[in-house]
C-alpha cells in the first residue's frame, strides 16, 4: 500500500501549476525551479539542504542529457560548415530537373526535407532546402505558403516527432522512462507511422487542391544558389558526407548498433566532415573552432530550457529522486499514480487519452521538448498501474507533443521556417491545423489497439 505524504502532495500541487503556466502560454522554468525548493523543503526539512538540492537536481539532469546535447551540437556545427562551402548546394543540385510538377515537387522535396531533418535536424535543414531549392519549387507551380507547411509537416512533424537517426527527442523521453533508447524507438515506429502517413496524406489532397485554385497567380523566382560560393572540393566532401552517412545507417542495421554506441558513431562522422568542411577554407583553425562555438551555443540555447524542466520531473521517478534528495526520498510521481489508480478507474483508453491532451497542452508553449519528461514519467506510471507497455505509451505523448509543439501548429514555433520563407506564421498553422489533427487522431487510434 503506497503512503502519500505531504511531499507527495506538494509535488503535485507543483504539476497543477505548471499545467496552469502552461494554459496560459507562460514559461514554466520558474515553476519548475518552485517545485523542485518546494519538494526538497518538505521531504528535508532543512532550507540549507533543499538550496543544495536546487543544485544537484539540474546537475543531475544535465548529466542524463549531455549526450543529447551534445550529438545535435555537432550536428548543427557540420551543417553550417557544409552550407559555407556550397555542400547543400552540390547535393540538392541534381533533382532540380525533377522539380517539373506540383505533385512531383511535394513528394521529392518532402521526402529530402525528412531525411535531411533525420540526419541534420530541421531547422539546419530548412535553411538548406529553403536558400537552394525556393526557386525551382516556385517555378513548379508552388506558393510560398504551401512550401512553408511542406517543410514543417516533413520536418518539423514527421521526421523529428521520429528523429530515428540522431535520437535526441526519444533519448529525453527513454531517459525519463529507464529504458534503452533503442526500445523506444521500435515501439514507437508503428505510431509514428500512421500518425505521420495519415498527417502526410490528407496534407496532400489539401495542397493540391490549393494549389489548383491559385494556379493562375503563379509566379517566377530565380534561386539564389549561384551566388554562394562553392569550393572545387565541395564536391568531393558532400559525396563522402553522404556516403560517410549511408554507411553510418547500414553499419547501424547490420551490426545492430544501437543506444549510446550509435551515437558515438554519428558524432564521430559528423566531426570528421566537419573538419573535412573546414580545412578547403581560408583561415580553417579558427573556422573550426567558430563552427563549434555556434554549433554548441545553439545546442545550448535549445537544451537548457529542458534541462531545468527535465530536473523537476525527474524527482517522480525513484532512482533520480534518491540521487538527488537522497535515501529518503520517494518515487513521487509513481506513488501518486498508484495511488490514484485505486481509486480513479483507469485504462488503456483514458491513459491515451491523457497522454495525447498532455502532449498538446504542453506543446502549447511552442516547444515540443518541454512536455517529454513528463510526458515520459507519466507513462512509466500508468504503465506500471495498468500493467501496458510503456514505450508505447510514451510514443504517443512524444509524438503529439512534438507535431504539436515542435514547428507545425504554434505559430512561435514554426519561426525557423518563417525566417527562411516568408510567410505570416498563423497563415502557416492554419493551413496545418487540421491535417495535424486528423493524423493525431489517428495516432491515438493506434496507439489503444496496440496497448
Not at 54 to 78: D, N, P, R, T
Request: glycine share 8%; proline share 4%.
Amino acid at each position: 500500500m503506497v503512503n502519500i505524504t505531504t511531499t507527495h502532495i506538494v509535488y503535485l500541487i507543483s504539476i497543477f501549476v505548471i499545467f496552469l503556466f502552461m494554459v496560459f502560454r507562460k514559461d514554466i522554468i520558474l515553476p519548475c525551479i518552485a517545485g523542485i525548493f518546494a519538494v526538497a523543503m518538505s521531504q528535508t526539512k532543512n532550507i540549507l539542504k533543499s538550496i543544495e538540492i536546487l543544485y544537484s537536481s539540474v546537475f543531475v539532469s544535465g548529466k542524463e542529457l549531455w549526450q543529447v546535447i551534445l550529438i545535435i551540437s555537432l550536428i548543427i556545427a557540420m551543417s553550417h560548415a557544409l552550407d559555407d562551402i556550397g555542400a547543400d548546394v552540390v547535393i540538392t543540385k541534381p533533382l532540380l530537373r525533377f522539380l517539373s510538377s506540383p505533385s512531383k515537387t511535394f513528394w521529392i522535396v518532402g521526402i529530402v526535407m525528412m531525411v535531411l531533418s533525420f540526419f541534420l535536424w530541421p531547422s539546419p535543414a530548412v535553411g538548406l532546402i529553403g536558400a537552394v531549392l525556393i526557386g525551382p519549387v516556385l517555378k513548379s507551380g508552388f506558393d510560398e505558403l504551401s512550401f512553408a507547411s511542406l517543410v514543417t509537416i516533413f520536418g518539423f512533424g514527421a521526421a523529428l516527432s521520429g528523429d530515428f537517426f540522431i535520437q535526441g527527442v526519444p533519448s529525453v523521453i527513454a531517459k525519463t522512462l529507464g529504458i534503452p533508447t533503442s526500445k523506444l524507438i521500435l515501439s514507437s515506429i508503428p505510431v509514428w507511422g500512421v500518425t505521420s502517413l495519415a498527417t502526410i496524406i490528407f496534407f496532400y489532397f489539401v495542397t493540391m487542391k490549393k494549389l489548383k485554385n491559385n494556379r493562375g497567380n503563379k509566379k517566377i523566382y530565380g534561386s539564389n544558389s549561384s551566388e554562394k560560393k562553392i569550393y572545387k572540393e565541395s564536391y568531393i566532401i558532400s559525396f563522402v558526407a553522404v556516403l560517410f552517412f549511408a554507411i553510418d545507417t547500414f553499419l547501424m542495421y547490420i551490426l545492430k548498433i544501437k543506444g549510446n554506441a550509435a551515437t558515438a558513431l554519428i558524432g564521430g562522422t559528423a566531426i570528421i566532415v566537419l573538419i573535412a568542411s573546414t580545412i578547403v577554407q581560408k583561415d580553417f583553425l579558427n573556422k573550426t573552432r567558430d563552427y563549434l562555438k555556434n554549433g554548441f551555443l545553439s545546442g545550448i540555447k535549445t537544451f537548457a530550457p529542458i534541462i531545468l524542466i527535465s530536473a523537476f520531473f525527474f524527482l517522480g521517478e525513484l532512482t533520480t529522486a534518491k540521487e538527488v534528495i537522497g535515501p529518503d526520498a520517494k518515487g513521487y510521481l509513481m506513488d501518486l499514480g498508484i495511488y490514484l489508480s485505486k481509486h480513479i478507474p483507469l485504462n488503456k483508453y483514458t491513459v491515451a487519452l491523457m497522454q495525447l491532451l498532455i502532449g498538446i497542452l504542453t506543446g502549447l508553449s511552442g516547444s515540443g521538448f518541454s512536455g517529454l519528461p513528463l510526458v515520459g514519467a507519466l507513462s512509466k506510471t500508468f504503465a506500471h498501474t495498468l500493467n501496458i507497455n510503456s514505450s508505447i505509451l510514451a510514443s504517443l505523448g512524444e509524438i503529439t507533443c512534438i507535431w504539436v509543439g515542435g514547428g507545425t501548429i504554434i505559430p512561435w514555433s514554426v519561426v525557423p521556417v518563417t525566417a527562411v520563407i516568408k510567410v505570416d506564421p498563423d497563415a502557416i498553422v492554419k493551413r496545418n491545423l487540421l491535417p495535424v489533427i486528423i493524423g493525431l487522431t489517428c495516432g491515438y487510434i493506434a496507439t489503444v489497439l496496440l496497448l
